[in-house]
């Protein structure tokens, strides 16, 4: 599988006894803007840092546009590594931070002035190019943060939880800035992050990692419709699941109903299983066709402003299943506490899985 910009070959990490990374291959294109997701100490930091140099593959290779990077210096490889820290040098203006690199290469002095006047450009800081890092607001500073690391013009740009010190509203905001400015500078972009909304907003392709595994790559589509197991179904997004055993109809619930849906390749009949529905796909009081129906008590309702999220007990999970729907509909409804209602889905929307 190679071919990619950055090809990562069987990479393996090992700290002692501890495998942080254990046996991943990727392949990111050219212009990607590509995630690493997972959970805390899933190993995505330790992969980044490998990519950069920072750290040696215990095993495998790491290519670059086809060479191997595996050994190669981190101040010897074409990729730039932006700390979630920022790193700016605090009694540099904003413009001296962006140029430091470019002085350091010892760059003629006319093309250090045009670079940068060109990255203050692209990331909308020339009225403030005169500024001291602590007059900069969090979200300047990030975008300080990525003029420098981008004016070298690396062939990858790797960003550890670039949005991580940012408060929710500006994340939102830097998520489709940093998208905008990828697309932009059209430089491959390797994103780690535990945020998998952040993942699902700005990846063209993300990997999801679990105990150093890869566990899936693909688009985000992909894999918020078709996740590989039940883990990544629970970690992208919210899943209801029911639990029983595979029968060739979809799953027999412990209470005995069958929850309906097509029985993926490697589960056997009898096979312990899980039956998946995500919230937006159940309605309450569905039409008499629906293959999914059951009743249940409202047990809480969470208003969330676009959405109502009504929490409903059956008897075909120990959890309660979260059901999502518009205000307004749940207005029209007057849905309580305490309510009996049914809920419903189609076949298609049932995602069996192992348990
Ligand atoms: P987080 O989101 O919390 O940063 P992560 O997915 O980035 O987590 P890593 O930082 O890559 O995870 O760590 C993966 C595992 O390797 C963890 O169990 C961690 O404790 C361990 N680890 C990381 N660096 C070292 C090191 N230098 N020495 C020993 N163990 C390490």
């Not at 546009?65 to 190669?72: E, H, K, Q």
């Not at 993942?199 to 790559?217: E, H, I, K, P, S």
């Amino acid at each position: 599988m190679t071919g990619g910009v950055l090809d990562i070959e069987g990479v393996t990490k090992n700290f002692g006894r501890l495998t942080a990374v254990d046996d991943v291959s990727l392949s990111i294109r050219e212009n990607e803007f590509f995630a690493l997701l997972g959970p805390s100490g899933c190993g995505k930091t330790t992969l980044l840092r490998m990519l950069a140099g920072f750290e040696m593959p215990s095993g495998g290779k790491i290519l670059l546009d086809g060479a191997d990077v595996s050994r190669v210096p981190p101040n010897r490889r074409p990729v730039n590594l932006m700390f979630q820290s920022y790193a700016l040098f605090p009694h540099m203006s904003v413009r001296a931070n962006i140029a430091y690199g470019l002085e350091m290469e010892r760059r003629p002095s006319a093309e250090i002035r045009s670079r940068v006047d060109e990255m203050l450009a692209t990331t909308q800081l020339a009225a403030l190019a005169d500024r001291k890092p602590d007059q900069l607001s969090g979200g300047q500073k990030q975008r300080v943060a990525l003029a420098r690391a981008l004016v070298k013009r690396p062939r990858v740009l790797l960003l550890d939880e670039p949005l991580g010190a940012l408060d929710k509203k500006l994340r939102g905001e830097m998520q489709i800035e940093l998208k905008r400015l990828q697309d932009e500078v059209g430089i491959t972009f390797i994103v780690v992050t535990h945020d998998q909304e952040e993942a699902l907003v700005m990846a063209d392709r993300m990997a999801v990692l679990r105990d150093g595994r890869l566990l899936q790559c693909d688009t985000p589509h992909e894999v918020y419709e078709r996740p590989a197991d039940a883990f990544v179904a629970g970690f992208i997004g919210v899943m209801n699941f029911c639990a029983g055993s595979a029968v060739a109809e979809g799953v027999r619930a412990s209470d005995g109903s069958l929850v309906a849906g097509t029985l993926p390749q490697g589960i056997a009949a009898g096979a312990p299983a899980l039956a998946a529905v995500r919230p937006e796909r159940i309605v309450l009081f569905p039409a008499a066709g629906a293959a999914n129906r059951t009743s249940g008590t409202v047990e809480a309702l969470a208003y969330h402003g676009l959405d109502l999220q009504v929490h409903v007990r059956t008897p075909l999970a120990d959890k309660p299943f979260l059901v999502r729907m518009t205000a307004d509909a749940a207005d029209s409804r007057s849905i309580r506490t305490g309510d009996t209602v049914e809920i419903g889905w189609s076949a298609a929307d049932t995602r069996i899985f192992k348990s």
